[in-house]
């Protein structure tokens, strides 16, 4: 069979161009509804997400100002919150360390910051400060030991007004110290945690953000 033969069962050109491009447009047009689909599906889940994290950002921001970029001994910067293990502010027997009125000057500073901040304040609704003691069966030895924390709370409140006068004249109505019963074996009895309780304008500022997706 001559070569020239065998060109007359090769299809021709044209048709086969048309059938290429015709899968090249079915394939992009599906690929574009699946980035679609993915598109509808993230933006929502970023419009909950961004208010919290840019406000997180600006409270990560003001504690690196005061305590600088690498971490600290001892204290853990989370979400919304500042954890202080007790070992670095208090003695065994309860009383405030020297050193600890260093750390608790610069945290004043940085609740201070934010509470002037009036792009950061309307978002905050309480600052708590918080520590945990083990209870036990007995009401009389809970009662020691709520006492006990409840001082070492306070000490940490009223050591944060007296290094910034201005932050308990004007913002005092912010902070809530208190002391919580746990399990004995939770780990977060040895730390005072310092959590910042975001207002219902912070979850309004999602809600709105979220109102585009619902139609």
């Given at each position: 069979?001559?070569?020239?033969?065998?060109?007359?069962?090769?299809?021709?050109?044209?048709?086969?161009?048309?059938?290429?491009?015709?899968?090249?447009?079915?394939?992009?047009?599906?690929?574009?509804?699946?980035?679609?689909?993915?598109?509808?599906?993230?933006?929502?889940?970023?419009?909950?997400?961004?208010?919290?994290?840019?406000?997180?950002e600006s409270?990560?921001?003001?504690?690196?100002?005061?305590?600088?970029?690498?971490?600290?001994?001892?204290?853990?910067?989370?979400?919304?919150?500042?954890?202080?293990?007790?070992?670095?502010?208090?003695?065994?027997?309860?009383?405030?360390?020297?050193?600890?009125?260093?750390?608790?000057?610069?945290?004043?500073?940085?609740?201070?910051?934010?509470?002037?901040?009036?792009?950061?304040?309307?978002?905050?609704?309480?600052?708590?400060?918080?520590?945990?003691?083990?209870?036990?069966?007995?009401?009389?030895?809970?009662?020691?030991?709520?006492?006990?924390?409840?001082?070492?709370?306070?000490s940490v409140?009223?050591?944060?007004?007296n290094a910034?006068?201005?932050?308990?004249?004007?913002?005092?109505?912010?902070?809530?110290?208190?002391?919580?019963?746990?399990?004995?074996?939770?780990?977060?009895?040895?730390?005072?945690?310092?959590?910042?309780?975001?207002?219902?304008?912070?979850?309004?500022?999602?809600?709105?953000?979220?109102?585009?997706?619902?139609?």
């Amino acid at each position: 069979m001559s070569g020239r033969s065998l060109w007359k069962y090769v299809p021709p050109a044209g048709p086969v161009l048309s059938l290429a491009l015709i899968g090249l447009l079915l394939l992009s047009a599906l690929l574009y509804y699946r980035a679609v689909k993915i598109q509808r599906f993230l933006e929502p889940a970023l419009a909950i997400s961004r208010p919290r994290n840019e406000f997180a950002e600006s409270i990560n921001l003001i504690f690196q100002k005061e305590f600088g970029a690498e971490s600290i001994m001892g204290i853990k910067v989370r979400t919304s919150s500042l954890v202080i293990k007790k070992s670095l502010l208090f003695s065994d027997n309860g009383a405030l360390k020297a050193p600890a009125r260093t750390v608790l000057r610069k945290l004043a500073r940085v609740f201070l910051t934010l509470l002037e901040d009036e792009r950061t304040r309307p978002n905050i609704s309480l600052v708590l400060i918080n520590a945990r003691f083990p209870s036990e069966w007995t009401r009389s030895s809970n009662a020691a030991e709520r006492m006990k924390i409840q001082r070492m709370v306070g000490s940490v409140q009223d050591s944060l007004f007296n290094a910034e006068p201005e932050l308990g004249r004007r913002y005092s109505a912010y902070f809530v110290a208190a002391a919580q019963p746990t399990f004995p074996n939770d780990r977060n009895i040895e730390v005072i945690e310092l959590r910042i309780v975001p207002s219902e304008l912070l979850h309004i500022e999602v809600l709105q953000k979220l109102m585009k997706y619902a139609y």
